[in-house]
């Protein structure tokens, strides 16, 4: 399997702020890597996918780079709207696997 | 828009089998892949499997022996079996949306929290 890891684990960030989350995996996967953001309670909802596309809907605040083992997920601005749990997946290869979550929260 | 909605039992005793509904509204099953994701409590995301709605089957090596995903393209809806389970099975499971092969998830149900206890 390709294992996904994430950091860091948890963050902690002021409203405007601007924070970077990475994801790194085990093997390359090109770009087939995806960001989603998941609030307590909710499902989790996607925002990045193929490593730098945004998802219908969501603000551009959000960005995505990355190609290959490395990837990172942008969030410019932060908003309170923005505290939750960021996980990436990869789908390039089975089975699909997830990086184990970046929590963010408020400083 | 094409939404998602699991149903089933919410406790399940162990050695007995989970079984999980999603119905798809707004939209055909008749293409895409739909899949099963679990997530226990307090931890991270696990994908157990998908499925084509021709019926071809992927299914993560960890849970390959005791899952099964059928669909039923009549009642636009697909399936999880997990059979036999522990207390280490509990988790919210979610059925999602995935377009395409090689493609992320774009859509997600609410989740359905299940519980394995006697």
């Known amino acids: 399997d390709i294992q996904m890891t994430q950091s860091p684990s948890s963050l902690s960030a002021s409203e405007g702020d601007r924070v970077t989350i990475t994801c790194r995996a085990s093997?390359?996967?090109?770009?087939?890597l995806a960001w989603y953001q998941q609030k307590p309670g909710k499902a989790p909802k996607s925002l990045i996918y193929?490593?730098?596309s945004l998802e219908s809907g969501v603000p551009s605040k959000f960005s995505g780079s990355g190609s290959g083992t490395d990837f990172t997920l942008t969030i410019s601005s932060l908003q309170p709207e923005d505290f939750a749990t960021y996980y990436c997946?990869?789908?390039?290869?089975?089975?699909?696997?997830f990086g184990q979550g970046t929590k963010l929260e408020i400083k | 828009q094409v939404q998602l909605q699991e149903s089933g039992p919410g406790l399940v005793k162990p050695s007995e089998t989970l079984s999980l509904t999603c119905s798809v509204s707004?939209?055909?099953?008749?293409?895409?892949?739909w899949s099963w994701i679990r997530q226990p409590p307090g931890k991270g995301l696990e994908w157990i499997g998908d499925?084509?709605?021709?019926?071809?089957?992927n299914y993560n090596p960890s849970l390959k022996s005791r899952v099964t995903i059928s669909v039923d393209t009549s009642k636009n809806q697909f399936s999880l079996k997990l059979s036999p389970v522990t207390a280490a099975d509990t988790a919210v499971y979610y059925c999602?949306?995935?377009?395409?092969?090689?493609?992320?998830?774009?859509?997600w149900g609410q989740g359905r929290m299940v519980t394995v206890s006697s």
């Open positions: 999602a949306r995935q377009p395409g092969l090689r493609r992320h998830v774009d859509i």
């Open positions: 707004g939209g055909s099953i008749s293409i895409y892949h």
């Open positions: 499925i084509y709605y021709s019926g071809t089957t």
């Open positions: 093997q390359g996967i090109s770009n087939y």
């Open positions: 193929a490593a730098s």
């Open positions: 997946q990869q789908y390039d290869t089975y089975p699909q696997t």
